[in-house]
Structures are given as structure tokens and as C-alpha cells.
């Protein structure tokens, strides 16, 4: 299990004796090493043992010392405790120091403040503090979550409890979750046993650092836990995947410039000058107005077009593609036509090529944790939205290259897994999910067969999406009840939470006042139908949360594996730099690519693969749900698609 605190007296993993005295906890390698600023210009490394406690005497030392002090200790690979990877670890990449573990405070902070599993924890109930302020953009608010009881083994424990695993996870047995941490991670993510002691409340010394008492707070919470195994990985994962995203910006995503300019001229034309539009988008743009009749047409502002359109005698809403599409007249292909030029235009065109290509790399910026469900967000450059028009810009280095990997059908495999449905975990066994669905007679096509599940884990009751759920739900009835119960929880106010217990947020005060108004006597028949709307609204999402959020970690736990096996994988190749080695160079929820050596190619797409599945068995122990992946091995991203 991660991060909680080992009994005292109990033997270590690797078989050596527990330290027994100072000398020797002295001459022991710390398991801990907390960063922090005490003033500016100076850091200070405190190492702790396993239990918490230090380890020696504390280290200041000036900033620029910081990298060859941490270079120092990774030797003895501790984990590192430090308030926020963003702001430590790319300059210790710049330094080529790689980090192997570590503890993301902030968003570990985020998520045991808030998780329905450590609702009762000294850090849940404290008031709001300056670390609440450090959650990312979209977080959800601290709150009082009601409990959650613990998991079992397994959500298939009937078929696979063995007598090895008789008792579920809440027990003093180890359950899979601490099993396959280490063989997965190799100890980055897990560390000590949960029965162990606290310490002291979890406040740590008065004279002590900010992140030393958060850091106590954090243990002890993981330690309190109804179910310690499950949030200590979570929180585990969320601090590699923090790690993960550093490295991913400083290696960059590989991009030609010349052929990014070569699709622009061939699209836009040659670049325009400041201020003018390219000449296709010119050439466009007087078509309309001419077939329109109209000289002062601007299609690039919705307000304008719109009423230029109803000039016309062309009655619409919007001005949304679907809905021009509905329309007979010969203004509208021209006006569909510039409009797809103008989005490349804007999201990456020209400026974009030159703000965020640099030395033939796209360097992105993920937010771990920047989506409410855990998701990762992306602060400019549309990192999470390359559009295919774009990815042949995305090219390999020469004797290099790229191994894309896409999990298949991550989402209703997720659900199945997370609801116990043997028929749909069946559905999906050496197969595409959906064509599975439609072998199993619940659907006629593969395309109803994704209509349908998009309803079931969205919400989607109109049309064909709507049509197919209650056929899903007749073959799959687990998996529909699953993510139906958790709606019904969400109308009524309630929180639900991940597999491995992130939470989702109370619904606003705003929320419950209107529904408090619509139970009232005398409320109106609009009032009942208002609360009834943004009840179903609220249900849909925490339908979601359950599977998308247990997708996100999934995904966290896939590239943890990944990021630990290219290292091994880059050292045995005599790898001097993260850059030389095979390394992640982009992410997209249920992708990701590796930019690689081309004689590590096929090993490369072997790991992946052994990483899925490994990703899988953390997450579910035994579970039958496979989790495949599709990879292709191309010289550029267009080639994988």
C-alpha cells in the first residue's frame, strides 16, 4: 500500500532488520526526502524514514545546489515530498536529474481533502487552508462526503477468492492493490503496511515546514481511510502521473514546421500578412457575399453572419454546422468551406506554429487533475485537441520512431469492470467490444452498439442512443444498473465516488436551494419542472463521473507502467538523457505516443501492451475485463489513424 506509515519493529520488504536505534536510522537510506523554500534563493531536504520521522540532519542549501543534491539522493531512490512537481521538477529535468517518485502534495491534497474514503481524516475536517487554494482549475470545492464502504477483493470475489485472499482489502491481508503495486511500479508507487502507526494526529512538529505537517496530514488520512489500500494508490498514481506530465513537456511532441507550413499554404494559401486573411479564405469569403448578396458579410463573427443569413430569407438559430447543414442554398458550401479553413486558422495556424513549436518540438502543458473526474487538462496549444488535419506535422527524428498506442474501448470496459457484468467483461474478451455487443443479439450493429453505451454511461435517453439502452440493459443489466443507480445518487444530492475513491463533488447551494423551493408547499408547476431538469442534469454527470473517473485512473496507472518500463528499457540501451531513452511524448485520455529509438520499436509496443494489462489487474485484481490496446509503429501520427 503507498504512503502509509509501517509499524515499528516490523522487517522490511527487501528482508533487511527494521532500524532499532538512531545510529542506525542514521546510516539508513531515507524512504522520504521533503523539499521545501524556507526563504527565497534556499531550499531545505529533510529526510525521513518509512515512518515519518528524520533521518539525520536536515540540508539548506542555495537553489542552483538543488540538482546535484537531488542527483545525490535519488541514488537511494526516496520519494520525493515536495508541494507541487510543476514548480520543482522541470528544472530539475533541464539539469537532465530525473525523479523517480514522488508526492505531489497539491494534488494529493485535492483529492483526500474531498474523497468520501477520508471524509473523517484530520485533513478532511480541518477549515479550508492555504493548500485548498493550490487545487487546479476546475476542482472540486473541500467537502463532507458521507462514507463509502470498503471494497471487496474483488468484484468478481465469488469466482476468484482463493485462500490466499479470503478477507477483502479493508483487512491486515495485503490486498491486490498493494500485491501489484510494487511488481508494477517497482516501488514508485507503494511503500509500507497499513496497519502501521500514526503519528500523532497527523500534525507533525510545530517548528516543522508547511509540507512536512501537510505531509503528516496526508499520511495519516491515507492511513485512517475506510479503505487505505484504494486511496493509496490513487493518490500514488496522481504524483507519477504529475511526474509523467513534467517529462512529457520537457521532451516536447517531435514537429516538422516545414511540412505544419507546407498544410497551411495547401489549405489557406501562402501566409498573408498581419491583419489580412489568407487568399483562400479571401477567395471564400467574396463567393459568399456575392451568392449571399450581401457586400458586408463577416462569417468570422456568429452575431453578424447570423443576421446576414436572415437578410437573406435563410432562417436559422445558430449558426452551427449541423445546422447549416439542414439549409438549401448555394451560399451554404462556401460558408461550411470557410468556416473549416477559419478553425485551422485559429486553433493551428500560423501564430500557433510559432508560439508553441520550438527547435522542431511542441512542448504541451498538462494539468494533472485539471478535469473535476481527474481527466488531465491542457493550458494552451490545445495539447487534448489536435485535430487529424495537423498530425502529419507530427514526424519522427531520423532513427527514430513513433509507437502510438490506443485502448480500446476504455470507457465500457471500465464499466464492466466496475459493475461486475460477466456478460459484457465476456462481450469484450479477445474482441472489439462493440462487435462483441452485437454477437452477443443485444444490438444488429456495431454502431447501435456504441450509441447505446454512450447513452448508458452519458445519459443519452432520445433517439438512437435512447432506442438501444433498454436493449443494453436487458443483456447487460449489471452495467446499466451500475451507472443508473449512480444518476439516481446524483438527483438526489448525493456524491458518488471512483474505483479507487475519488469523489465527485455536492452539488451547488443554489442547487439545493431550488429543490428545496420546489418541495415546498405552494412551489409552481415551472419551479418542479426546473428542480426536475437540473436534477437529471446533476445525475447525468455523476453517471459519468463513476466511469470516466475510473477511466482517468486507469490511465494514470497505464502510464506509471509505461514510464517505469521505458526507463528500463532506455538504461539497458545505454540511454544517457530522458530524451535518448524511449520516452512518452504525448497523452490524450486513452492514448498515448512514444517517440523511440526505431531498433526499441517492436519492444517498445510490447510494453505498452504488457503495461495495459498490468494497469488493469492494479486497478481490478482478477477481474475478467480485458483491457487491449491497438498499436501502430509510424514515422508520423497521420499514420496511426
Known sequence: MADVPAATGVPREDGAAPATDVQAQASAPPAYVVVSEPRPGRVLLEPLDADGAPVGSAA????????????????????????????????????????????????????????????????ATSPASAWDTLRPAGAPAPTSAAPLKAAPLSLFDDLFLTDDDPVPPSSRHKSP?????????????????????????????????????????????????????????????????????????????????????????????????DGERPAELERLLQRIRSLLNDPTVNPDSPVELLKALRRAGITVDSTREWELKTVQHPAIEPLLDYKKRSRLLTANGWNWLDTWVVDGRFHANYLPGGVVTGRWAAEGGGALQLPKQVRSAVVADEGRMLVVADAAQLE?????????????????????????????????????AKLGMLGAMYGGTAGESGRMLPRLARAFPAAVAYVEAAARTGETGGVVSTRLGRTSPHPSAEWRDLHELAASDGATDALRTRARTEARSWGRFTRNFVVQGTAAEWALC??????????????????????????????????????????????????????AAEAGRLIFGDAPVEFPVTVAIVDSYDQAK
Open 60 to 123: 539548506e542549501l542555495a537553489r542552483p545546489d538543488l540538482a546535484a543534491a537531488v542527483a545525490e539522493h535519488e541514488r537511494d531512490r526516496p520519494r520525493w515530498v515536495w508541494n507541487d512537481t510543476q514548480r520543482w521538477y522541470p528544472t530539475l529535468l533541464a539539469e537532465n536529474v530525473r525523479v523517480d517518485r514522488c508526492v505531489d502534495l497539491r494534488l494529493c491534497h485535492t483529492i483526500l481533502r474531498t474523497s468520501a474514503l477520508t471524509a473523517h481524516s484530520t485533513l
Open 177 to 273: 492493490y498493494e500485491r501489484s503495486e510494487r511488481a508494477v511500479f517497482d516501488g514508485s508507487m507503494g511503500e509500507g503496511d497499513g496497519d502501521g502507526k500514526r503519528e500523532g494526529g497527523g500534525a507533525g512538529a510545530g517548528a516543522a515546514p508547511d509540507e512536512r505537517r501537510e505531509f503528516a496530514l496526508q499520511r495519516d488520512a491515507i492511513a485512517t481511510a475506510l479503505d487505505p489500500s484504494r486511496i493509496a494508490l490513487l493518490v500514488a498514481a496522481e504524483s507519477v502521473g504529475a511526474l509523467a506530465a513534467a517529462e512529457l513537456r520537457h521532451a516536447g511532441l517531435p514537429w516538422s514546421a516545414t511540412r505544419h507550413d507546407a498544410l497551411l499554404t495547401r489549405v489557406l494559401g501562402p501566409r498573408p500578412r
Open 412 to 448: 465500457p470496459r471500465i464499466l464492466a469492470a466496475l459493475a461486475g457484468d460477466r456478460a459484457m467483461a465476456a462481450a469484450g474478451r479477445g474482441r472489439d467490444l462493440y462487435d462483441g455487443i452485437v454477437a452477443s443479439g443485444a444490438v444488429d450493429t456495431r454502431a447501435h
Open 558 to 611: 497505464w502510464i506509471g507502467s509505461i514510464r517505469r518500463r521505458l526507463h528500463s528499457l532506455g538504461r539497458r540501451d545505454g540511454a544517457a538523457a530522458l530524451t535518448d531513452e524511449p520516452h512518452l511524448s504525448f497523452f490524450l485520455h486513452d492514448e498515448v505516443m512514444v517517440h523511440t529509438p526505431a531498433h526499441l520499436a517492436e519492444a517498445v509496443a510490447h510494453e505498452l501492451r504488457e503495461a
